[in-house]
């Protein structure tokens, strides 16, 4: 359980294994180990060093994977979107603006289902 949402919160993130592990002051192997359930109780500090490089809370690498808790990390992932468009600068009367390119990219989207 806890690998894995180690594993997908890294992907989603963009980072590598090498990438984390240097960024939390891990060894590699170690987290290695905790990402394929082989050190299955890794400490405390070790989980608050790689929660905090995830910018994520110890509670989500700690959680059972169940369709709740996927709609509330889709939901942090949207509101981390959020918080990266206003940090840029990007406000909502400008958001708008780009509304036809996301019609065209759900559009999009739908066509390339319907190769599947």
Same mark, same amino acid.
């Given at each position: 359980?806890? /690998?894995?949402?180690?594993? =997908?919160?890294?992907?989603?993130? /963009?980072?590598?294994?090498?990438? +984390?592990?240097? =960024?939390?002051?891990?060894? =590699?192997?170690?987290? #290695? $180990?905790?990402?394929?359930? *082989? !050190?299955?109780? @890794?400490?405390?500090? %070790? ?10 809370? +110890? ?7 169940? @369709?709740?808790?996927?709609?509330? #990390?889709? %939901? ?14 990007? $406000?909502?009367?400008? +958001?708008?603006?780009?509304? #036809? %390119? +996301?019609?065209? *990219?759900?559009? !999009? $989207?739908?066509? $390339? =289902? /319907?190769?599947?």
């Amino acid at each position: 359980m806890i /690998g894995k949402n180690i594993v =997908k919160i890294r992907k989603e993130k /963009g980072l590598t294994l090498s990438e +984390l592990a240097e =960024k939390a002051d891990v060894s =590699k192997s170690y987290l #290695s $180990n905790i990402e394929r359930h *082989i !050190k299955q109780n @890794p400490s405390i500090q %070790v989980m608050e060093k790689i929660a905090t490089v995830l910018d994520v809370d +110890l509670n989500t690498l700690l959680e059972e994977s169940s @369709p709740e808790n996927n709609n509330k #990390s889709k %939901v942090q992932e949207w509101n981390h979107f959020l918080n990266e468009l206003k940090a840029s600068g990007i $406000n909502q009367e400008q +958001l708008r603006e780009y509304r #036809s %390119v +996301l019609e065209f *990219i759900k559009w !999009k $989207n739908n066509q $390339n =289902k /319907g190769l599947d």
